[in-house]
């Protein structure tokens, strides 16, 4: 049972994702928002002040904060969530679990080391049994989680449910995602208005190797990787929110359509999640429209913790083909880290105040 609210830190608060994480734990039930963290510029300033705030309304007593340097011997939070960028992430997230910390990172860092679990709740939660493996092997007592590549988050809710029925064998990706996932201040406007950038830095590797070990098998203190084979092209698009994934699948046994369809729009994800403050009782939806989804019209779907699927149909070289739609910033970073701090709380890996 939770009791009181745990104050929680976040690290890179001035960020896209920063400030994701800033709105949605607003009046969150478990969570409190206690301490900002940022680069020594603007280290004991006002966030206020500071950030370029783009999420609505700023919560006034954030706005008060702060903000601290990304340093663990100034925050008194037991949970650091991490927005931070790759470039500087790496050791400032050790630094916080070395010193008891449980870090929720959102950077590419850490996502393939074999003691760190890149987890979506849904759909692998077992996997945070690594983080005893990481303990002992590191020596610290806190620990990193991570979640994975926005992208591979949206690719990955759709194929989950087809791989644990039918087993997926191969997959070809085609992406088209938004410019809230390059951060702020992102893609400058005359590269990215009327435009199509058929290159992100990084990103074809993310998805084709996350989504083996997203989908991979727990065996005693170690995954292996799922069996199948990834080919993934990543573009860069005109839209503000809304990772959307095209994608044609081999599946074993060739199933029909129809089970195809069925089976996406049966799943629930895994038991233990589905009474998180942040889970949603459909984390996938199917639509039948045969224009949807569509950034502009589903992104907020599920207050956009929920992936939407359609197009639903045979491919000619594959088996069967899909679009899979989700909330880049929400989905597939910071509502992502925050059911994975939920998971750990319910399940006792985190001690509750």
């Known amino acids: 049972m939770i009791r009181a609210k745990q104050k929680v830190a976040i690290l890179g608060a001035t960020g896209a994702v920063g400030q994701t994480f800033i709105r949605l734990l607003a009046g969150h039930p478990w969570f409190e928002v206690a301490e900002l963290l940022a680069s020594e510029r603007s280290a004991g300033q006002r966030y206020r002040d500071v950030v370029k705030w783009h999420e609505g309304t700023l919560p006034p007593e954030v706005g008060e904060l702060a903000i601290l340097p990304a340093d663990p011997a100034h925050v008194r939070s037991t949970i650091a969530f991490s927005a931070m960028d790759s470039s ?14 449980t870090v929720l990172s ?37 620990v990193i989680v991570t979640n994975a590549n926005c992208s591979a988050t949206v690719a990955a809710m759709a194929l989950a449910p087809l791989h644990q029925r039918f087993g997926v064998n191969r997959v070809f990706i085609s992406t088209m995602q938004a410019i809230s996932g390059a951060g702020y201040p992102g893609v400058a406007s005359l590269d990215i208005l009327g435009n199509v950038v058929p290159f992100i830095a990084d990103e074809e590797e993310k998805i084709e190797i996350e989504l083996k070990k997203i989908l991979g098998k727990l065996d005693a203190d170690a995954i292996t990787d799922a069996g199948f084979t990834v080919s993934a092209h990543t573009n860069r698009v005109p839209v503000e929110h809304g990772h959307t994934v095209c994608m044609s699948i081999g599946l074993d046994g060739s199933p029909d359509v129809s089970a195809v369809r069925a089976t996406l729009d049966e799943w629930t994800g895994a038991a233990e999640v589905r009474d998180l403050p942040g889970a949603k009782h459909r984390p996938l939806v199917v639509r039948d429209e045969p224009d949807r989804p569509q950034p502009r019209r589903d992104v907020d779907t599920g207050d956009g913790m929920t992936v939407v699927v359609g197009r639903v149909r045979e491919d000619a070289i594959l088996d069967v083909r899909l679009v899979a739609m989700g909330h880049n910033t929400v989905r597939g970073a910071a509502g992502g880290s925050i059911l994975n701090a939920e998971l750990l709380l319910s399940t006792g890996a985190i001690a509750s105040a």
């Open 88 to 101: 500087i992430a790496g050791p400032i997230e050790q630094a916080f679990a070395k010193a008891g910390k």
């Open 106 to 142: 959102n950077s590419k860092n850490h996502r393939m080391d074999p003691d760190v679990p890149l987890v979506i709740p849904e759909i692998n939660a077992d996997h945070m049994r690594l983080l005893k493996k990481q303990r002992s092997a590191r020596g610290w007592a806190g």
